[in-house]
């Protein structure tokens, strides 16, 4: 790969092997718990949508992903290069290794605001993955190039939309080069005219086979973009299956009405 080439992501396979593979997550905060018992699956190259009501633990699922949080139990593997599991406190090294494999792209896009686009972009693949300067430069204008913000490069977050901050995020989590992709509603905070750029970016991403998992109300898109949809209420994946199949014909009467809720709100 030339420095100026932006990284290539992982083929989607009809027979692609899993990529991750959770098993018994559970996460708690003082005494409530949030997570119970979280099991899922993503195949390389596959998107898995998560829906469900705000507070049923789809970001804390997000968080114990990347270790962000940790998870009290349970286990996660990457690849197969990488198993964790939680019954003990895991190593520095192991969560390092978990945090090297994902990227995040948040909500609220939190850039830091001090730094420039792309000072923002290059932050991680130089300080973190102490890649070379000139070669994370070459890639992020390249990856800034492609979503159209080449010109906003030496502006500030404050100086962009709602929009253009959110195409950065996912902009610096590309340039981490990750397996595994990590969107939490990332289009939650966006006015509605500014919902569709993203969401198409995102849907290119997904066309050319990065493994992602998504937090989204989004209905209309996770039907286009997931290859599986999993319902969370109350900490506990209730519902998972093909998009098509669960969100027109749920079989849990508890994923029928939060779908209803969701599809007719008045």
Excluded at 246 to 266: A, I, K, S, V, Y
Aim: proline share 7%; aromatic share 6%; hydrophobic share 40%.
């Amino acid at each position: 790969m030339s420095p100026a080439d932006p990284p290539v992501p992982p083929t989607k396979d009809a027979a692609a092997p899993v990529l991750l593979a959770v098993r018994g997550l559970q996460k708690s905060f003082d005494n409530n718990q949030v997570l119970q018992s979280i099991d899922l699956d993503v195949s390389r190259g596959g998107v898995l949508a998560l829906i469900g009501p705000s507070g049923s633990g789809k970001t804390t699922i997000l968080r114990c992903l990347n270790g962000l949080e940790l998870a009290d139990g349970g286990t996660i593997d990457v690849a197969g290069e990488l198993s964790i599991a939680f019954d003990t406190v895991p190593s520095k090294k192991s969560l390092t290794a978990l945090r090297d494999r994902s990227a995040m792209v948040f909500q609220h896009y939190n850039l830091f605001p001090h730094k420039t686009v792309l000072e923002n972009v290059i932050e991680g693949p130089v300080i973190v993955q102490k890649r070379p300067v000139a070669e994370a430069r070459a890639e992020a204008l390249a990856l800034l190039d492609r979503v159209g913000l080449t010109e906003k490069k030496d502006s500030y977050p404050f100086e962009l939309s709602g929009g253009q901050q959110q195409r950065v995020g996912i902009v610096r989590a590309l340039a981490l080069r990750p397996q595994l992709l990590l969107f939490d509603e990332p289009t939650s905070a966006l006015d509605p005219e500014l919902v569709g750029d993203v969401l198409r970016l995102i849907k290119e991403l997904a066309s050319e086979g990065w493994t992602m998992v998504i937090v989204t109300h989004e209905l209309e898109f996770a039907r286009e973009v997931a290859h599986e949809v999993a319902f969370v209420d109350d900490g506990r994946i209730v519902e998972r299956g093909e998009p098509k199949q669960l969100l027109r014909n749920p079989q849990n009467e508890r994923t029928r009405q939060f779908l209803h809720r969701l599809l007719f709100p008045f």
